[in-house]
Every structure is written in structure tokens, then in C-alpha cells.
Nanobody, 115 residues
Framework: QVQLVESGGGLVQPGGSLRLSCAAS????????VNWFRQAPGKQREMIAQ???????RYADSVEGRFTVSRDNAKNTVYLRMNSLQPEDTAVYYC?????????WGEGTQVTVSS
């Protein structure tokens, strides 16, 4: 059974940092393109970061320069390091892994940025 489990969310003050993890079981995450999405209340889910199988990375303009996506293939995990967090970053963060027609989602982790 394939599972993606996000962790690392929580409450942080503006300007703070968090590192989210997306741990996979049942698949070899290193061959998948992994995307981080987020969904704020009342808004559509948006893709904010991507790491492809060959480690090519892309970011949404809203997080470029503040967020960094990385892989640890030995741990079958992808990370999202988030710096300089602002209240507008408050959302549920999801990881998504896809390889051809094979696609999987995690259940999400809440990130709240508030003083």
C-alpha cells in the first residue's frame, strides 16, 4: 500500500521557519516528480514547489527565494524548507508524487503563521 505522510507543520511567528517532510512508503520516491501544494481557507489549491526525478526544481513566484525543496533518497523523503514565513503562507500543505499515470497524495499538514 502506497502512503505519503506529511509532517512538520505547526504554528510559527511571522519571519519564522519550518521544515515539512513528505515520507513515502510503498514507492521509490526518487523516481517520482514530487510537488508541494498548499490550500488556504477559501482558496484553490496551488502548487508551490516541485522537484523532478533528476532533481530539477521549480518554485511559484510567491515562495521563490524563501522555500527550498530537497530530497533524501536514503530516507525516501522529500523536504520543504520554509523561511521568512508570513501570515499569507498559512494553509494546509500537501505533497504529491507522480510518475506517468501513477499519482499519490498525502493528507496534508497545517501551517499557521501568526503572532
Amino acid at each position: 500500500q502506497v502512503q505519503l505522510v506529511e509532517s512538520g507543520g505547526g504554528l510559527v511567528q511571522p519571519g519564522g521557519s519550518l521544515r515539512l517532510s513528505c515520507a513515502a512508503s510503498g514507492i521509490q520516491l526518487s523516481i517520482y516528480t514530487v510537488n508541494w501544494f498548499r490550500q488556504a481557507p477559501g482558496k484553490q489549491r496551488e502548487m508551490i514547489a516541485q522537484v523532478a526525478g533528476r532533481a530539477t526544481k521549480r518554485y511559484a513566484d510567491s515562495v521563490e527565494g524563501r522555500f527550498t525543496v530537497s530530497r533524501d533518497n536514503a530516507k525516501n523523503t522529500v523536504y520543504l524548507r520554509m523561511n521568512s514565513l508570513q501570515p499569507e503562507d498559512t494553509a494546509v500543505y500537501y505533497c504529491n508524487a507522480n510518475w506517468g499515470r501513477d499519482e499519490h497524495w498525502g493528507e496534508g499538514t497545517q501551517v499557521t503563521v501568526s503572532s
